[in-house]
């Protein structure tokens, strides 16, 4: 029998504040073979006070099998479970007393674009949402169905014009997206930069994750 919920038990690995402490908190969603631990040296450069921050690891260390965008249903059940995944954490957060105004999402690569389709998928106003090298998930012609609910969550995706992962095009589709959704969005296209993060995003995510604390 198909497991329809194939990252139901992963490991979800938590530092940082305890939520009871936090005045805030971060989802840090890894890419594609990488698994949480890949993520997590971000908080290096982003390790704002005040936070606590969760990370989700995805069955086999891939959220969904196909290129994003592929048409979603052949990444079905597992795009499907991601969302569900990230949906546990961001209850756990709210359970533990931190509002969504105050939870942000950030993700690289797949974990970008799964961010990015969580926000899309379960609008609300969120304290923001980072897609480093990331776009909305699905096919052309699937993006639709979205409303207009994200209130003014702060939204930034950063990603290179020759990312071999992530086409150009569907960077400035997600971004108008998100923008008719309610999102304040900031777009940043990196000449020649390639699939990597660089010191300009991180600058601005922990700016993003400061203006959450005030």
Aim: glycine fraction near 12%; aromatic fraction near 8%.
């Amino acid at each position: 029998m198909l497991n329809t919920h194939p990252h139901e038990n992963t490991t979800v690995f938590q530092t940082g504040l305890e939520l009871y402490e936090a005045k805030a908190a971060m989802i840090l969603i890894h890419g594609r073979g990488g698994g949480a631990q890949s993520i997590l040296p971000l908080l290096t450069h982003i390790n704002v006070q005040g936070y606590a921050f969760f990370a989700p690891s995805a069955q086999d260390n891939t959220w969904y099998p196909e290129r994003f965008i592929a048409p979603r249903e052949q990444n079905e059940p597992f795009l499907s479970s991601a969302l569900r995944k990230v949906d546990s954490v961001v209850n756990t957060i709210l359970e533990g007393g931190v509002s969504a105004q105050r939870i942000m999402l950030l993700g690289f690569s797949q974990g970008g674009c799964l961010a990015l389709e969580y926000v899309a998928r379960y609008p609300r106003r969120y304290g923001g949402a980072v897609a480093l090298s990331g776009g909305l998930i699905g096919a052309e012609g699937e993006l639709v169905g979205y409303q207009p609910e994200l209130d003014g969550t702060p939204i930034y995706l950063g990603c290179s014009d020759v990312d071999s992962h992530i086409p150009i095009a569907r960077v400035h589709e997600s971004a108008s997206i998100l923008e008719e959704m309610g999102g304040r969005v900031k777009k940043q296209i990196f000449p020649g930069l390639g699939h990597t993060i660089n010191t300009v995003e991180m600058a601005i995510t922990r700016k993003m994750m400061e203006n959450v604390l005030t």
